[in-house]
């Protein structure tokens, strides 16, 4: 068996939600050019309350190295206005780890989050959430 030594993804805006489709494992090289990615993407909502939906494909589970960039960027995603997290967790064997960072990750940022089966679920409660906390601001 052969594994993809980097993983790949795609970032898009689509209303007040940015979305992220990620596929396999998430080392070091592939941290840093999301981070780069990230950085650019955020810059399209820095004046409105927003929401990240991302949805990891296959074993998606983080060097330690890309924990700690993940964590920067969310920081830095979070001075940008985004306000909440939706991870869904989908076609994994490391589900329970998979969680287990995203939860050290945006507990270490004090950052709403939800981590989801499917899409649709997790979609629905973000665009919810980000409504609702847009209408508070």
């Given amino acids: 068996m052969q ?4 993983g790949k993804y795609t ?10 489709d990620a596929h396999g494992p998430f080392n070091d090289v592939t941290a840093a ?3 780069q990615e990230m950085y650019d993407a955020c810059e ?5 309350a927003w929401g ?3 949805t990891f494909y296959g ?6 190295e890309a924990e700690k960039a993940l964590v920067e960027v969310t920081r830095y995603r979070m001075k940008r206005g985004m306000i909440a997290n939706a991870s869904v967790i989908m076609e994994s064997s490391s589900a329970d780890i998979q969680q287990m960072q ?14 989801f089966s499917d899409v649709g679920s997790a979609r629905n409660w973000l665009e919810s959430f980000v409504l609702e906390q847009s209408k508070a601001m």
Wanted: aromatic share 12%.
């Fill in 3 to 6: 594994l993809a030594e980097h």
């Fill in 11 to 20: 970032i898009k805006p689509h209303g007040n939600i940015l979305v992220v």
């Fill in 33 to 35: 050019d999301y981070v």
């Fill in 44 to 48: 399209k909502f820095s004046d409105k």
């Fill in 52 to 54: 990240l939906l991302v």
């Fill in 59 to 64: 074993n998606s589970v983080f060097t330690p």
């Fill in 102 to 115: 995203l939860r050290r990750i945006y507990q270490a940022c004090n950052l709403t989050f939800h981590v």
